[in-house]
């Protein structure tokens, strides 16, 4: 009988230390910092996203995640939450208060919108703006996606903002491909343009 009781509390802390093990390897690999936040609507989905994944990953408590959002706000996002920041109890209310002020997704992809807007137009000899224009597409069309917010993509004043940006050829030949294309759409657009940039990329040369 004994046996079995030193057997059964052996088990139990194998068990707690291995469970202990995981926690530090997992804080090991994913650490305890967090991106800084200014308060850009585009990186609140990557901000959110990593907050929630280290937390379950780590098993951070209100604690230890009080500390890495103090270190990590900046800006103002870090003046909307300040004067929630001494108490831990308060971490709920403070990703709530961030979440209103910059994780409404019209926000998020009005943003993302305007970086398009801003970019130059793309030259026939200049591969690196396409390549650009190309990154801020693709980020708008899988953000909309992740979202549930696939109509935004049919706005066809923003279809306009980014076939304005393409290269007069590509423009032509895009212009082609859309007429096979019943009622075509910046998802459309989107990976017509990433073919275009995959096929170019073979021949691209960065300059030294």
Known sequence: MMEKMVDLVTKKED???AHTNDKFLARQI???????FLGNPDEWPMFI??????TKACEYDHVSNLARLQRCLTGDAMKIVRALMPSPDTVPTILSKLEESYGRPDLILRSLAQEI?????????NFGHLRD???A???????????????YMDNPLLMNDVESKLPQWERKTW???AAAIKNPSLEDLEKWLSSVIRDQ????VPKK
């Open 15 to 17: 068990k707690s230390s």
């Open 30 to 36: 994913h650490g305890k910092d967090l991106p800084v």
């Open 49 to 54: 996203s990593m907050f929630h994944t280290t």
């Open 117 to 125: 807007q801003s970019l130059p137009s793309c030259k026939e000899d």
């Open 133 to 135: 224009l190309g990154v």
């Open 137 to 151: 597409v693709t980020s708008l069309v899988s953000t909309a996606t992740s979202l549930d917010m696939k109509r």
């Open 175 to 177: 212009a082609t491909s």
């Open 201 to 204: 990329n073979r021949y691209f």
